[in-house]
């Protein structure tokens, strides 16, 4: 029940408002001179070049800029730490690209629980693409594809032993640069984990996703033009950062503030290392930036596979990637909503049975709540989803071709297999369909305003450059694109602040005064809690003017680009709209490339080797509800262990037989399991087979009634339900 009074406490009023306006006072202080902190760390990281943000330090292996299509690119490689292992050359290298969205490069590992942390913590070399602020002249979208390119061959040649191919990591925009490296050279990476990475542009939830209209709103990519002929022929990465405070301006305006004025006494340091990255703006080309609003945030050219390179000679087809792909999104992401993140995966593939013709493995991941920066920063994300899902690579290449949910749970002490786990989480798998992912979003029928859009943009585009953009290049220079710059609203809030402003100049002596005599308000002072309960108000009242203001934004696009007049004045009609959200129709290549397949694996029902009948006989067997976990997978690499040497088979061997067995059943499965006694054809064999498999299933405790009808179906076929007959003796 509430207190009555505010005063129930037992302080006096008078003595109660005293202490708090000496807090309040001492706290507004050291606020101000923490602000003077952040401005001058602002300056000095400037004059330094703006280096990465990384808690690490390293050596740069390669320099974009001196490739023969340069770039403002470079790959280092990580040093660990005193405190943790030293990198195993044999294991398989890490590589993180970091988004460059408007921030320097770091935030995979600015932090030692982070994505490069839990790498070096595992002994893997650990290398990180970083950039340069400034980019080079000329450079374009498509000389950053060919430097990262440039990087992944370098990383194979630093580790021609390795027992696996590179992970490689895109944060958020830099999920999909690693699309299109992975699509344009498939056979230099591993596994690839996207991470926040949005890659349909155009999906969406209906009142939940306001980001996604910004760009119909704006009349199309005709302003990310203006901005870069502005900037003369460069555009300035603040202007995205401007964007992204705007989507939440109770933070922007007063929570991030308040929260810092609040805690003033413990959260100076943490405030300082993320504002280093938050404040430090990169530039890119004009073209640049052009590429990536026509072809992605308007266009949504990369999900439908009309990214093509200048000289129409090369397409990105995500269906070119031949190595698993893991994605890591969260329901409380309003930057990369899960839609975003997931609905390429419909775009690709109609259904799962192509995901599994064309034999890629796609697991997602998906957090209940964390917020962008939260995936990238977040220490419990690390220890949690990242560590897990990292851990679980050789599972996750390890599964049959298809779609799965990456579910984490806690472990608990009666948990059946619990010795099979590997630390303080499972980690299992569930099968998925396509329809899945669509039933994450409400229909995509809204996505056909935004193919309107594309085609206004397209218009728009036309005009400003013919008539627009001369105007304003005539009238650009330099100096007052410097001045542009500087004055925009994401730095002139950081150097106003520094010892660059003369009234700052008495803060950081009177900041030392305050600390000498900090006398901090009890927390049960009333005034201390109606200052807490007026700032939560303060941040509902924000919230309701973004809520409002973002479901304006929602009606006026949809009464502008849902209108039929104006997507026939585009030249679209109702027959045009939606084509990309239909399923594509079976081609005859896929049906002929299936046919192909079905031609190759005919003679492998009744022939193979050893591993093939006992992977064919383990797929058989598994649980009705098709979910995969660590705990089977772990005990198999322990049995195979206990093999002679030159009867274990290697994980690759593994990898390919589970994946070649897993398309044979899919196939034709009673023509399959017919055929196992002649890949088992020993008595013996069949006996540590099915013993093999008995111990597998039931590690995830007994097995279940579906599970023992199919060990029964195998053992009535190895003809081991019939009585051994006595050994003779001689």
């Not at 990384?54 to 005193?82: C, G, S």
């Not at 005034?527 to 309960?533: G, K, L, P, S």
Request: charged share 25%; glycine share 8%; hydrophobic share 40%.
């Amino acid at each position: 029940m509430r207190d009555p009074s505010p005063f129930s406490s037992g302080m006096w009023p008078l003595q109660a408002a005293f202490e708090y306006s000496v807090d309040a006072w001492q706290r507004y202080v050291l606020t101000l001179d923490v602000l003077r902190e952040r401005g001058n760390q602002y300056l000095e990281h400037s004059r330094s070049g703006k280096p990465p943000v990384l808690a690490f330090e390293y050596d740069v292996v390669m320099d974009a800029r001196d490739l023969p299509k340069p770039a403002n690119y470079a790959l280092v490689r990580i040093r660990p730490d005193a405190g943790q292992p030293a990198s195993d050359p044999k294991k398989r290298p890490f590589v993180v690209i970091d988004p460059r969205a408007g921030h320097g490069p770091g935030i995979g590992g600015f932090k030692m629980d982070s994505e490069i942390g839990i790498a070096l913590q595992q002994g893997h070399p650990c290398y990180f693409v970083m950039f340069y602020p400034d980019p080079v002249p000329g450079q374009t979208i498509e000389c950053v594809c060919a430097a990262e390119i440039a990087f992944m061959r370098k990383v194979n040649e630093l580790h021609p032993d390795a027992d696996n191919k590179p992970l490689v990591i895109g944060n958020c925009q830099g999920g999909w640069a690693l699309i299109m490296l992975a699509s344009l050279a498939p056979q230099e990476v591993g596994p690839l984990l996207l991470a926040g990475s949005p890659v349909s542009y155009w999906a969406g939830v209906e009142g939940r996703n306001p980001m996604r209209y910004s760009g119909g709103l704006l009349g199309g990519t005709w302003m990310a033009s203006l901005a870069g002929d502005m900037g003369h022929g460069k555009f300035d990465g603040a202007m995205l950062v401007n964007n992204f405070e705007g989507l939440n301006p109770s933070n922007t305006l007063w929570g991030k503030l308040y929260n810092l004025y609040s805690k003033v006494d413990t959260e100076r340091d943490r405030f300082l290392e993320f504002e280093r990255w938050w404040g430090g703006h990169f530039l890119m080309n004009k073209e640049e930036m052009e590429w990536i609003t026509r072809n992605l945030f308007v266009g949504n050219r990369l999900s439908a596979g009309k990214v093509e390179s200048f000289d129409g000679k090369h397409r990105v087809d995500i269906r070119n990637i031949r190595t698993p792909i893991v994605v890591f999104a969260s329901w409380g992401d309003n930057i990369t909503p899960p839609q975003q993140a997931l609905n390429w995966i419909p775009d690709t593939y109609a259904s799962v049975e192509e995901i599994c013709l064309d034999e890629q493995t796609i697991v997602y991941c998906l957090h209940e709540k964390i917020g962008h920066l939260g995936i990238f920063v977040s220490a419990g994300v690390a220890r949690r989803e990242t560590s897990e899902l990292v851990s679980a690579l050789d599972l996750i290449e390890t599964l049959p071709p298809g779609l799965y949910e990456a579910l984490i749970t806690d472990t608990q002490p009666d948990m059946p297999g619990l010795a099979y786990v590997k630390g303080r989480y499972l980690i299992e798998f569930a099968e998925r369909t396509t329809d899945d992912i669509l039933a994450l979003d409400d229909g995509r029928k809204d996505e056909q305003a935004f193919e309107v859009v594309d085609r206004v943009s397209q218009v728009n585009q036309h005009l400003y450059d013919t008539f627009a953009s001369p105007v304003v290049k005539a009238m650009s220079n330099e100096t007052a694109a410097h001045a542009l710059r500087i004055m925009n609203p994401a730095r002139m809030e950081r150097w106003a602040f520094s010892n660059l402003n003369p009234w700052m100049y008495g803060v950081q002596a009177l900041a030392a005064k305050v600390r000498e005599e900090r006398k901090p308000a009890a927390p049960d002072n009333p005034f201390t809690r109606a200052e807490h309960e007026m700032s939560g108000r303060i941040e509902k009242a924000l919230d309701d003017v973004r809520d409002s203001r973002d479901a304006t934004a929602e009606r006026m696009f949809k009464t502008i680009y849902e209108s039929p007049w104006l997507a026939a004045a585009v030249g679209l009609d109702s027959a045009t709209l939606g084509r990309r959200q239909v399923p594509k129709p079976e081609t005859w290549e896929q049906e002929e490339l299936r046919r192909l397949k079905r031609q190759a694996v005919d003679s492998q029902f009744e022939q193979g080797s050893l591993l093939d009948g006992w992977a064919r006989m383990l797929l058989y067997a598994r649980k009705e509800d098709k979910i995969v976990d660590e705990r089977p997978y772990n005990l198999v690499r322990e049995l195979i262990g206990a093999l002679a040497p030159e009867r274990r088979p290697t994980p690759a061997a593994l990898k390919a037989a589970i994946k070649r067995q897993a398309f044979i059943l899919a196939l034709d499965e009673p023509r399959a399991v017919a055929g196992l006694p002649a890949l088992v054809p020993q008595m013996q064999q069949r006996r540590d087979a099915m013993q093999a498999l008995r111990q597998i299933t039931s590690v995830r405790g007994k097995a279940s009634a579906y599970q023992e009808e199919r060990l029964g179906q195998l053992s009535t076929l190895f003809s081991l339900d019939a009585p051994r007959r006595p050994r003779r003796v001689a």
